[in-house]
């Protein structure tokens, strides 16, 4: 799944840090750091894709030479404390190719030179061997000073007020989610990622209506694992998959990530199930199915969703994994969130009371934590017809072919029924 990640940092002399070593690092090469007398080389760095400088069209020649263009930096700066340069850290989609990626970071770095007028230098890293293989990402290098024809003049504060600073960070974040949803689109691919905190898009989706989102939505970001941690857990996950065994966590931090992981993944399953089960139910009653039957009908089709991906899992599995995302568990399902509602109980409620028969307010009455018995004697089981769940069980039990038998004679008896009450309704008529 496409994920969202931009961040700026700061090279500070005050940590002892250099535009001229940032550099030379990220791009894989030898740079002579004049102001220091210091040699930084990484030319046998690995990972390094694509390299490349953008500057502003009024820019000196010299400005295309990586060694001279950040000497310059550090010259044009004097205090002790000066911030030499600034670094934008984007995550790459995975989903798109090469060719594309490279596109939309030179996008945003000319961005940044129409913006502000500084000299950029963009390194893009290809995954690390030994980690998640989707992490594409790029490291554009940026002065922090305009560069002109004479050279760097003015600084840029835009970017350094507190006032603006903030703004101008956001509207670049969301022009990288711009430039990564246009490239996603392009290359056929439904995901798409949101550079907004997870409460601002929590309440956009209930202001749209759209309560499945804003449940998604509604939980802490994801924990940050630091370097230490991410380096044990990345190699506890290779190790794993040596032997040929399931990953489990070995740190703390890598529990907590691993868990809201695996717990959003099931809950875009079960959306994705309840949504085509919706839709597949609304298309059959529109074709003059009854209830069970398009019921039934809704169930096949999300069901078929889960074999046609996994053929060879076992029944009993698949059974107990449909059994979740329809009934789910009172644990998780009963709980209610912080605004007192549970949408997805609600949701499914809406559906089964779309028909007022006995039937649907017995399911109803149930899913709120009733017994029958509550609705009277007379609602009993002996004293009507089987519930959608029983009939559910009855399903997962029987062969296709049966099944497909009794779905015609239900339809059967639900036109003789039909036929019984016209009837009944004429005589009626003629007795007035």
């Known amino acids: 799944m496409a994920s969202y990640h931009l961040s700026v940092k700061t090279i500070k002399r005050s940590a002892g840090r250099s535009a001229t070593a940032a550099a030379a690092y990220r791009v894989g090469e030898r740079i002579e750091c004049q102001r220091e007398g210091r040699v930084h080389d990484y030319t046998r760095k690995q990972g390094i894709e694509e390299t490349f400088i953008l500057t502003p069209k009024d820019a000196p020649d010299w400005a295309t ?39 939309i970071t030179r996008d945003f770095a000319q961005e940044l030179v129409s913006r502000y007028g500084v000299a950029v230098d963009v390194a893009i ?74 409460e601002a898009q929590r309440e956009a989706a209930l202001e749209r209506g759209d309560e499945l989102t804003a449940e998604e939505l509604d939980r802490d970001p994801e924990l940050k694992l630091g ?65 069970v039957s398009a019921g039934l009908a809704a169930l096949r089709a999300a069901t078929a969703k889960d074999r046609n991906r996994n053929r060879d899992r076992n029944p009993d599995d698949f059974r107990e994994r449909l059994a979740r995302v329809v009934g789910g568990s009172r644990d998780q399902d009963d709980t209610l969130r912080p605004e007192g509602r549970n949408y997805a109980r609600e949701r499914l409620k809406e559906i089964m009371e779309k028909d007022a028969g006995r039937d649907g307010q017995a399911a109803v009455h149930k899913l709120d934590g009733h017994s029958e018995y509550d609705l009277g004697e007379e609602t009993g089981r002996a004293a009507r017809k089987p519930s959608v769940n029983e009939r559910l069980k009855d399903v997962l039990n029987k062969p296709r072919e049966k099944l497909e038998i009794e779905d015609e004679r239900e339809q059967e008896r639900g036109d003789d029924e039909n036929e019984n009450t016209r009837d009944r309704d004429r005589g009626e008529g003629h007795s007035l």
């Open 65 to 103: 030479d990586r060694s001279r263009l950040w000497n310059e930096v550090e010259a044009s700066e004097t205090r002790r404390n000066s911030v030499t340069a600034r670094e934008w850290e984007l995550a790459l989609p995975s989903e798109i190719s090469a060719e594309a990626r490279s596109q």
């Open 125 to 198: 890293h290809s995954p690390h061997r030994e980690g998640d293989q989707r992490n594409h990402h790029a490291h554009v290098l940026t002065s922090t000073r305009k560069l002109e024809a004479e050279g760097f003049t003015a600084k840029t504060r835009v970017l350094d007020s507190a006032k603006t600073g903030g703004v101008e960070i956001e509207q670049m974040r969301g022009l990288w989610a711009e430039l990564q949803n246009r490239a996603l689109e392009r290359a056929g691919e439904v995901e798409r990622v949101d550079h907004r905190s997870l």
């Open 227 to 291: 370097p230490a941690a991410n380096s044990m857990e990345r190699r506890a996950k290779a190790m794993a998959e040596r032997q040929g065994r399931e990953y489990k966590p070995v740190t703390e931090r890598g529990a907590v990530v691993h868990a809201a992981r695996q717990a959003r993944a099931a809950f875009r399953e079960m959306r994705a199930r309840l949504e085509l089960a919706r839709e597949t139910y609304g298309i059959e009653r529109e074709a003059g199915q009854g209830r």
